[in-house]
């Protein structure tokens, strides 16, 4: 698995790979991806742990498009269908993931813990 990070010019169909600033977030695959005006949210994925096997990862981070930088975005407690709270602040790390863009908000759905668990719940984020 690979760290990097690359942008396609859709004028040349030139790739150029960037360097942005910032916490560079794990190395990982099978993230999640949805973009919000000039942000690109990212959340989970997985990366092969010590013991060889994938690790689920349970962050998400906003590369910041317009300043080439990567950020730590700050989120707020869970709120469940009935209208209360969580502690929780993400949901569970999985891979496999769909993120769906819907203007001011990404809908995340499903995804898998490796081999273990199938999710089929969904989470919606509201983008301020």
């Known amino acids: 698995m690979l760290g990097d990070l690359w942008k396609l010019d859709?004028?040349?169909?030139?790739?150029?790979?960037?360097?942005p600033g910032g916490p560079s977030p794990h190395v990982r695959?099978?993230?999640a991806a949805g973009v919000v005006g000039s942000n690109v949210f990212y959340f989970g994925g997985?990366?092969?742990g010590s013991s060889g096997g994938l690790e689920m990862l349970q962050d998400a981070f906003v590369y910041d498009t317009v300043n080439n930088t990567?950020?730590?975005?700050?989120v707020h407690?869970?709120?469940?269908?009935?209208?209360?709270t969580t502690s929780a602040?993400?949901?569970a790390g999985r891979n496999a993931a769909v993120m769906v863009p819907l203007g001011?908000?990404?809908?995340?759905?499903?995804?898998w813990r490796a081999f273990v668990e199938t999710y089929n719940?969904?989470?919606l984020v509201t983008v301020d």
């Not at 859709?10 to 150029?16: A, F, G, I, K, V």
């Not at 990567?70 to 700050?74: A, E, G, Q």
């Not at 709120?79 to 209360?84: K, M, Q, R």
């Not at 001011?104 to 995804?111: C, I, R, S, V």
């Open 10 to 19: 859709l004028q040349s169909m030139q790739w150029q790979q960037l360097q």
């Open 29 to 31: 695959c099978s993230t």
């Open 46 to 48: 997985a990366f092969y």
């Open 70 to 74: 990567w950020v730590v975005p700050n």
């Open 77 to 84: 407690p869970i709120v469940l269908a009935d209208g209360s």
């Open 89 to 91: 602040t993400l949901p």
């Open 104 to 111: 001011q908000q990404l809908l995340l759905h499903a995804g």
């Open 121 to 123: 719940d969904s989470y």
